[in-house]
Nanobody, 129 residues
Framework: QVQLVESGGGLVQAGGSLRLSCAASGRTFSSLTMGWFRQAPGKEREFVAALTRSGGTLYYADSVKGRFTISRDNAKNTGYLQMNSLKPEDTAVYYC??????????????????????WGQGTQVTVSL
């Protein structure tokens, strides 16, 4: 089992930045592919970004490409999502997820929620005008 705990959410003005953290415990974090998803009010949860075990391959949703950066520190069992140039439409609950990936996932696999076995409780990000 893996437990994931997100932190770093909050209220920020448009154009500002936040860094989300995802602290993992339990099974070796470094063996898992890590992803971030978000769910805005009244909408379905959607893919944001994913990062392979080694950190060598990154995937981003088009809506965040160039503004968000996913990273991980396997020595600290922690993943991160640096969010810059935030927009009001980025307002959502952000979830960290992790899943076993014996082989390199494609973008389609990395963006599929059912591929992830472990999920955090989420952290709220609110972007005001």
């Amino acid at each position: 089992q893996v437990q994931l705990v997100e932190s770093g959410g909050g209220l920020v003005q448009a154009g500002g930045s936040l860094r989300l953290s995802c602290a993992a415990s339990g099974r070796t974090f470094s063996s898992l592919t890590m992803g971030w998803f978000r769910q805005a009010p009244g909408k379905e949860r959607e893919f944001v970004a994913a990062l392979t075990r080694s950190g060598g391959t990154l995937y981003y949703a088009d809506s965040v490409k160039g503004r968000f950066t996913i990273s991980r520190d396997n020595a600290k069992n922690t993943g991160y999502l640096q969010m810059n140039s935030l927009k009001p439409e980025d307002t959502a609950v952000y979830y960290c997820a992790a899943g076993p990936a014996p082989f390199l996932w494609t973008m389609r696999e990395a963006s599929t929620q059912s591929k992830y076995d472990y999920w955090g409780q989420g952290t709220q990000v609110t972007v005001s005008l």
